[in-house]
Each structure stands twice: as structure tokens, then as C-alpha cells.
């Protein structure tokens, strides 16, 4: 039944969410062009457990975050995940957590950072209507879509229930939104396992920390780890002083990560939601 009304959802936010124009980081999506590639077959996720390709990025551990190396346009892939909040939990109009506020902010944010693709979680109509326009959704999820920039060849494959993958400039990107419970992380694991094509990146909001999800055997790598990056707490809770430690994640397989950021700008609010934005540079194929 879920996965039913996301399919119903999903495609008519695909129609009404569709994006042209926008400049953009213009030397890469130059050499990248048209949106291409037919939809897959069937929206349902590969079975558990299905085969996938793992093979190591090299490390490059010691470059931290506020001084990594600035990515050359053209040469790298920029990519955004950003838990938003459900915005039906935020009404309150003269409060300061106040939803239209904070994706008014969240547009700010995505215009600065400027990013590829956009991961997000957490996604009820319209919150979608914010993502700036110069950007198309990619696939039929509902609740973690998928924007990619106008101009780059993009192709939508399976979703599920606490996942979403599509292939951009040869990449194979999972989006995840899942929860803590050992088995839900171990099946999430093993559905992206299943993604895996030899050039992948996998992020969102895990919902755990990274020494459980690497029990449950994903057969890819921590970017944060590869970059040597700390661990740094990731939930920014709204009513609470609590660590929740690192939860949203990125990790990759075959493709090298260039550069790591965790996003503490309000862009204008307190805060933009109760999860940070992670931003990860990788090179292109």
C-alpha cells in the first residue's frame, strides 16, 4: 500500500516538479549533455541479497573539511543530502522553526552550495516546490527524491521503501532514508548492495551510526573516512540537547571522494532543519 501511493505520488510530482534553465556550475554541465536514458522497467527494489561490485577508492586521509582541495569545474560531481524535516510537524507560522521559513532557506542553501544532485529525505508535497529551478526530478519516490541539474545525463532505476537510486554522469546514486533497527539497517544494506555497479555513491539519512552499518556489510566505504573527516554529530535536534552522533552518511565504491562538508549555516533561520545538509565532491569517471 505504501509503496502504491509513493508510485502515485511520485509521478505526478515528477510532472508538476520538472525544472529548466538555471546557469549552474556551466563548465560541467556543458560537457554533459541532455537528460538521457529510458526508466527502468518496474519501480520495485532488487531482491535482498542480489550481486554487486565493490571495488576500494583510494584514501586520502588528512584533508579535512575546511581545507580541502577547491574542486575544478568539469572535473568533479557535487553531491547534496539534506534530511528537511517534515514539514507538517513545523505550522506554527510565528515560530521560528516555521516550514515555508525553512525551506525559503533551504532554497538559499542549494543556490550557494550549488550543487549536482539533491539528495533529500523526508520530502512531503509541496516542500518539493522549493528546490530552485535548474533542476529535474529523477524518479517516482516520494518521500527521498532525487534532483539532478538540468543538462546532465540522468537515468532513474529501482525505489523502495527506504531507498531510491538513479545513475548520473555514470554514477550510480542511492539515496537512503532508513531507520535504526538492526534489521531494517541490515535490509537496507543488502538493497544497496544490490545497486552497486563499480561507480557508486550512497547517501541520506541512515538513521545509525557508520560501525553499524559496516556490521551489516555494505560493501562500500565511509567518504568522511577516506577524507579524514571526524565523525561529527550530524542531528541537529530542535527541542533537545542530546548527541545523536553521525546518522546521515555518505559512502562510495569505485569513485574517489575529492572534498567532505557538514552544512551549520542557518542560510537566514535558527536552524534549517533538525539534520545538518553533507556535501561530497567526487571525480568523475
Not at 5 to 15: M, Q, S, Y
Not at 154 to 182: L, P, Y
Amino acid at each position: 500500500m505504501i509503496k502504491a501511493v509513493a508510485l502515485i505520488f511520485g509521478v505526478a510530482l515528477c510532472v508538476s516538479c520538472a525544472r529548466a534553465g538555471g546557469p549552474g556550475r556551466a563548465a560541467l554541465s556543458a560537457g554533459l549533455a541532455g537528460l538521457g536514458g529510458a526508466a527502468a522497467a518496474s519501480p520495485a527494489p532488487l531482491p535482498d541479497g542480489a550481486p554487486g561490485t565493490y571495488s576500494a577508492a583510494p584514501s586520502l586521509a588528512g584533508t579535512q573539511g575546511a581545507s580541502a582541495p577547491v574542486p575544478q569545474a568539469g572535473r568533479t560531481l557535487r553531491v547534496l543530502s539534506f534530511n528537511i524535516r517534515e514539514w507538517t510537524r513545523d505550522r506554527d507560522e510565528s515560530g521560528e522553526y516555521y516550514w515555508r521559513k525553512r525551506m525559503e532557506a533551504m532554497r538559499r542553501m542549494i543556490e550557494d552550495v550549488d550543487p549536482d544532485v539533491i539528495c533529500l529525505q523526508e520530502v512531503l508535497p509541496p516542500a518539493g516546490s522549493y528546490v530552485p529551478d535548474g533542476y529535474h526530478r529523477v524518479g517516482v519516490g516520494v518521500s527521498h527524491p532525487i534532483y539532478v541539474r538540468d543538462g546532465l545525463k540522468a537515468s532513474r532505476h529501482s525505489f523502495a521503501i527506504f531507498w531510491e537510486a538513479c545513475t548520473v554522469s555514470g554514477i550510480r546514486i542511492v539515496n537512503v532514508h532508513s531507520r535504526w533497527e538492526k534489521e531494517i539497517v541490515e535490509r537496507t544494506v543488502r538493497q544497496v548492495n544490490g545497486q552497486l555497479t563499480g561507480r557508486d555513491i550512497a547517501c541520506g539519512d541512515w538513521n545509525t551510526g557508520l560501525r553499524s552499518i559496516e556490521s551489516a556489510g555494505l560493501r562500500m566505504q565511509s567518504a568522511r573516512t577516506l577524507l579524514g573527516e571526524p565523525e561529527t554529530d550530524t542531528f541537529a535536534n530542535f527541542t533537545k540537547s542530546e548527541s545523536h552522533g553521525a546518522i546521515d552518511h555518505f559512502f562510495v565504491n569505485g569513485v574517489t571522494p575529492v572534498s567532505y562538508r557538514m552544512l551549520t549555516d542557518g542560510y537566514g533561520v535558527p536552524r534549517i532543519s533538525d539534520h545538518w545538509p553533507i556535501l561530497l565532491d567526487v571525480e568523475l569517471p
